[in-house]
């Protein structure tokens, strides 16, 4: 077992974090971690991989120093490929921040209007989405993976924060973060049968059928549901990072194995009276 160590040890300003252009004037606080040299197990945010606890702890550390949040008030959730949205708030804080047993169980979506609370997604090809309602002082962050896209969790998400805030989607700004694209995506007849035969089929056309087989659009999926539901498409940031693509400096099962790490995407709606930075 790798046991901690600071040889690779970097201040959390030096840290290469991903942000989003369009919530840079967002009173949120924001971040998504990257795979990088600087860090043990090259910035790994996940218990669930490795022997090396200790390490994902330090990362963890690190990587909220970087973004801005406390990284024991981070709430990540048991993430399942469904299309589970749950609201949290202070109660919650800390739960997966130390240990996966301690994270929310079966879920692939957050969502909370309570300031000074991080909420997280873990991902290493799939899209996370990060969710802002500036009028309602209300965030998100969702896990969506094939299963998720094709069973609507983008739309899932919309709808539980219409019920939990009143949010208009109208108002929502959302981020579409760094994920396989849609040349790297290879996948199998049970991706696509999945997709045209399920009730979002005629908001997006995300499958391209090439004489190697079939390539699925994660995000053009996602994105079509994001529009139909009522959020409007200048709103809707998406990243053109490719993980598979993005030569080592983002986690991707696709392109570096099963057994690699995870980033994860954060957002936090700051103190009242504090604006983020």
Same mark, same amino acid.
């Given at each position: 077992?790798?046991?901690?160590?600071?040889?690779?040890?970097?201040?959390?300003?030096?840290?290469?974090?991903?942000?989003?252009?369009?919530?840079?004037?967002?009173?949120?606080?924001?971040?998504?971690?990257?795979?990088? &040299?600087?860090?043990?197990?090259?910035?790994?945010?996940?218990?669930?991989?490795?022997?090396?606890?200790?390490?994902?702890?330090?990362?963890?550390?690190?990587w909220a120093g970087?973004?801005?949040? &406390?990284?024991?008030?981070?709430?990540?959730?048991?993430?399942?490929?469904?299309?589970?949205?749950?609201?949290?708030?202070?109660?919650?804080?800390?739960?997966?921040?130390?240990?996966?047993?301690?994270?929310?169980?079966?879920?692939?979506?957050?969502?909370?209007?309570?300031?000074?609370?991080?909420?997280?997604?873990?991902?290493?090809?799939?899209?996370?989405?990060?969710?802002?309602?500036?009028?309602r002082s209300a965030?998100?962050?969702?896990?969506?993976?094939?299963?998720?896209?094709?069973?609507?969790?983008?739309?899932?998400?919309?709808?539980?924060?219409?019920?939990?805030?009143?949010?208009?989607?109208?108002?929502?700004?959302?981020?579409?973060?760094?994920?396989?694209?849609?040349?790297?995506?290879?996948?199998?007849? &049970?991706?696509?049968?999945?997709?045209?035969?399920?009730?979002?089929?005629?908001?997006?056309?995300?499958?391209?059928?090439?004489?190697?087989?079939?390539?699925?659009?994660?995000?053009?999926?996602?994105?079509?549901?994001?529009?139909?539901?009522?959020?409007?498409?200048?709103?809707?940031?998406?990243?053109?990072?490719?993980?598979?693509?993005?030569?080592?400096?983002?986690?991707?099962?696709?392109?570096?194995?099963?057994?690699?790490?995870?980033?994860?995407?954060?957002?936090?709606?700051? &103190?009242?009276?504090?604006?983020?930075?």
């Amino acid at each position: 077992m790798q046991q901690a160590t600071d040889t690779k040890a970097t201040s959390p300003a030096d840290l290469p974090v991903y942000r989003f252009r369009s919530l840079a004037g967002a009173n949120v606080v924001h971040g998504v971690t990257t795979r990088t &040299e600087s860090l043990p197990l090259h910035g790994n945010m996940s218990y669930m991989v490795g022997e090396a606890p200790d390490l994902v702890a330090q990362n963890r550390q690190a990587w909220a120093g970087a973004i801005g949040y &406390e990284a024991d008030r981070l709430v990540l959730g048991r993430q399942v490929h469904e299309t589970s949205v749950v609201v949290v708030d202070e109660s919650n804080a800390g739960n997966g921040a130390d240990s996966v047993e301690s994270s929310i169980r079966r879920v692939d979506g957050l969502i909370t209007s309570t300031p000074d609370l991080p909420i997280g997604v873990m991902a290493a090809d799939c899209v996370p989405i990060l969710i802002v309602d500036p009028e309602r002082s209300a965030v998100g962050a969702i896990h969506a993976g094939w299963r998720g896209t094709v069973d609507g969790i983008a739309t899932a998400a919309v709808q539980a924060m219409q019920n939990a805030f009143g949010s208009d989607p109208a108002d929502l700004q959302v981020c579409l973060g760094p994920s396989i694209c849609r040349s790297c995506y290879q996948v199998g007849d &049970e991706v696509v049968d999945r997709w045209e035969s399920g009730r979002f089929a005629r908001v997006a056309s995300p499958v391209d059928v090439t004489s190697s087989g079939y390539y699925f659009d994660l995000r053009a999926a996602n994105l079509g549901q994001l529009r139909e539901v009522g959020v409007r498409n200048s709103s809707i940031e998406v990243s053109d990072l490719c993980t598979k693509c993005a030569n080592g400096s983002m986690f991707s099962r696709r392109g570096l194995g099963p057994k690699t790490g995870l980033f994860t995407s954060v957002i936090m709606l700051p &103190e009242p009276g504090l604006r983020s930075t």
